[in-house]
């Protein structure tokens, strides 16, 4: 009996029922180079060995793709796990953050890392890809998966799994080597062609294709300053002892969260405060520059921020760039054809920069204002006469930008980036990305406060990616100091506000497999009350209840 496939730009394809994925792309002479890693049926997303019993939309995943990029990662992650192993079968491996176009791992128990070393290890994994093993999925019961971890020394992925509120765990195999992911595979090896290694610090980094550049490994720069950050983040894990997130389910199983949210807080504040002193030691500071990707919690970084500048004996005053905007008709256009906001030639340069000097010579200024009701701005009547106490703080997504400072004093800037670079992991082989924060963020304010749909956020947040991707990420750098805005119990405290909205998408909705991935990351995680978390708190932001006003 054949079913009918309904494919994109409106084709129609009749196939046997019991068809898999991977037959369909041959049959519809898809490529041959393995670039295609999965399908959206029906807008559920599926692996390409799964069978087709029913009428369905597909729509493929390539590497072009940010769900595909995550395919690519898991398998290349397994395969660097297996080939460990096969080298070295007492050695461990932790696979921690994005770096360079990569993925940072260290690992312990090995012998020195070294050049060696790391071409072995390489060579090996090139000798798995050539073999094109199958990466095998197997449904078991929740207890016997949790068992056979505990058997084999994986004991961060038996305690991810014993808070899970499910029947069975999605184990894979790969020639003998069992283990957990958080989704899907690719079919085999021979898949991930595109990977290399290198050494970095006390680890390694597996370069890897990205969305910008799917069909070749370019080697992103090395953040030094990012990589102390993810540090930093890994010591504050310590001190708290929760490595993992079975780690903090076990915080909150046993009601020690109250104590565990103030000292995570804690941390916050002395590191705020530690910024506030570096200014303050820069004597001729004179404005602070804050930029940081959507749903960063800049804002309230900001005001905070603010009262420890206070405190040093500063008068602060809260600048929005988003003032500068330009009026909407002469805000430039992308290739769509559609007003770029995000571009930094949507702000008026020119007086940003005429302001700024203004300020720093200490003569009084009149800020403008922008409305956005009507897409015009002006200037506000409002006018600031700084002297030696005064620091203006300007937040906006541009704030790194050279544009925007370059003809202004070193001497008298001061930059921050901000941004939640995510604080505890599934377990070792499973990070969780930063974008998976600032979306499940951004969903909760658009929802409380912007009365957007989690359709709505989750199918306009690509959009927003590209422009940090353009924008934002490649100045930070310019940046003094970056601020961690992340916090290791904030997915707990998310769990019940976020997961009846994201519930709420429809199934025939192109952001509903989206809403059903963040659905399963939120079920690793016990919740805690919202009520414990500080009206101080960045995540007041997104929860309401702050005692700041926005």
Known sequence: MSITLKLENNKELNVNRGTTLADVIKLIGGATDHSILAAFVNNKMRELTSILDHNAEVRFVGLNTHDGIRVYQRSASFILIKALFDLCPEAKIKILHPIANGLYAEITGSPEIGPK???????????????????TREELPIAKAIEEFKATGKDDKARLLSYRNAATASVYELDGQVNYFYGYLAPTTGYIQ???????????????????????????????????????????????????????????RNERYTEFVLISEAFHEKKIAQIADSIAKKRDTRVVLLS?????????????????????????LLVSMDDYFLDRDKTPKGPNGQHDFESPLAINVELFRQN?????????????????????????????????????????IHGLNPLFSA????????????SPLTEVPLDSHNRIPTTDTRILRRIIRDHQFRNYSASETILRFPSVREGESRHVFPYQEEADVFFNTALIYEFAALKT???????????????????????????????????????????????????FRY
């Open 356 to 396: 700024m000097q203004s300020i720093i010579e200490g003569k009084p200024t009149e800020l403008p204002k922008y409305d956005f009701k009507t897409g015009t701005g002006g200037m506000s009547g409002k006018i600031i006469t700084p002297n030696e106490k005064s620091i203006i703080l300007i937040e906006g």
């Open 117 to 135: 070393f790391i071409k072995d290890l390489e060579t090996h994994m090139r000798d798995i890809v050539a073999k094109d093993l199958p990466f």
């Open 407 to 418: 003809d202004l004093p070193k001497q008298s800037i001061f930059k921050i980036y901000v």
């Open 497 to 547: 506000i976020v997961e009846p909205v994201l519930q709420k998408v429809p199934q025939d909705s192109f952001a509903y497999a989206e809403a059903l991935r963040l659905q399963k990351f939120l079920s690793y995680f016990l919740p805690i009350p919202v009520d414990v978390v500080p009206r101080h708190s960045i995540l007041r932001e997104f929860l309401g209840g702050s005692s």
């Open 292 to 316: 940081g990707p959507s749903a960063s919690g800049k804002t309230t970084f900001t005001k905070r921020l603010a009262i420890q500048l206070s405190i040093n004996g500063f008068k602060p």
């Open 194 to 252: 595109q990977f290399s290694l290198a050494p970095y610090d006390n680890g390694i980094i597996l370069h890897l294709p990205t969305v910008h550049n799917p069909n070749r490994l370019v080697r992103g720069k090395k953040s030094k300053k990012l990589y102390e950050v993810f540090k930093e983040t890994l010591r504050w894990r310590q001190i708290l002892e929760v490595e993992d997130v079975g780690m903090l389910n076990e915080v909150v």
